[in-house]
């Protein structure tokens, strides 16, 4: 359905995957497909069944990417300050939020920001818009989550560098098909 409504509104443009760092020029599940690194449709954000998950309530967001984020709430010292970069709509960092940490949401994709900030947003949750592929100065954090980002991105030299700057520590993590296929 998004591919299609895509090729309708930009024929000359090849669909990218949007929302995840840096988007890149290859085919994308329909439900994650954009061009310009935004979504195409007000449907491609809604579908949960892959990458992009859009929900209204943390327990509407598919368990493994729910995991993720209360597996490295509980591994962080107790207050820490920390970067979640491509936080898509922000249910991650509201996570890391209610485990007690201070988290700053980052993500290339305007409208997956103005939802976190709607919905997802508290006293101890900021979100921005970034590009993984040139993140300047994130500041300086505890630690940094990345997760089901790094595949995307073309070269990930920048946004590795920057996290590195702005945090000693990295959480991160790639889809692995074998088990969980996308």
Not at 83 to 96: K, L, P, Q, S
Not at 117 to 144: K, M, V, Y
């Given at each position: 359905l998004c591919r299609a409504a895509l090729a309708e509104a930009r024929p000359d443009r090849q669909p990218v995957i949007a929302g995840h760092g840096r988007a890149l020029a290859r085919p994308a599940p329909d439900h994650v497909t954009g061009t310009d690194n935004t979504l195409a449709r007000e449907e491609c954000m809604t579908q949960n069944a892959g990458e992009r998950q859009v929900a209204t309530k943390i327990e509407d967001v598919r368990r493994d990417h729910v995991a993720r984020y209360e597996w490295a709430a509980k591994r962080l010292p107790?207050?820490?300050?920390?970067?979640?970069?491509?936080?898509?709509?922000?249910?991650?960092?509201?996570?890391?939020?209610d485990a007690g940490h201070t988290v700053a949401g980052f993500d290339i994709d305007a409208a997956?920001?103005?939802?976190?900030?709607?919905?997802?947003?508290?006293?101890?949750?900021?979100?921005?818009?970034?590009?993984?592929?040139?993140?300047?100065?994130?500041?300086?954090?505890?630690?940094?989550?990345?997760?089901?980002?790094?595949?995307?991105?073309?070269?990930?030299?920048?946004?590795?560098?920057?996290?590195?700057?702005?945090?000693?520590?990295?959480?991160?993590?790639?889809?692995n098909e074998d088990v969980i296929p996308f």
């Open positions: 107790a207050g820490s300050a920390v970067i979640d970069f491509a936080c898509g709509v922000g249910y991650g960092c509201r996570i890391m939020a997956a920001i103005a939802h976190a900030e709607s919905t997802f947003s508290g006293a101890r949750t900021t979100f921005a818009l970034r590009d993984a592929a040139d993140p300047g100065d994130l500041g300086s954090f505890d630690a940094a989550t990345c997760f089901e980002t790094i595949e995307h991105i073309e070269d990930t030299r920048a946004l590795l560098l920057a996290l590195r700057k702005a945090a000693p520590v990295l959480l991160a993590s790639v889809p």
